[in-house]
C-alpha cells in the first residue's frame, strides 16, 4: 500500500506539472482496492479503472507504458529531438 501511495502522489506531482495527462489520485482509497484485487485468482480478469492503483501494483503491472514506474526515477515521457 505504501508503495502505491508514493506512486499515486509522484503522478498526482506529475499532473500538476503538465508532465502527464489527467491523474485521479487515490490517496486513502489504496486498501480497498488492493482487498478487492487480492482476492482475484490468477486466471481472472482485472480492468482498473482510474484509482486501482495498488490493485494493478498486487497484480504485477509495471507502471506506465513509456511513463512512470513505481521502481524508477523516470520522471516524465521522452520525447524525440526529430520533429
Partial sequence: ML????F????????RQGR???FTPNKGQEAAHLGAGA?????????????????ELWRGCKGLPGGPRP???????RRSSAV
Fill in 39 to 55: 482476492v482475484l485468482q490468477p486466471g481472472d480478469w482485472f480492468v482498473p479503472a482510474f484509482r486501482e492503483t495498488a490493485a
Fill in 3 to 6: 508503495l502505491a501511495r508514493r
Fill in 71 to 77: 521502481d524508477s526515477r523516470h520522471t516524465g515521457n
Fill in 8 to 15: 499515486g502522489e509522484r503522478l498526482l506531482n506529475m499532473q
Fill in 20 to 22: 502527464i495527462g489527467t
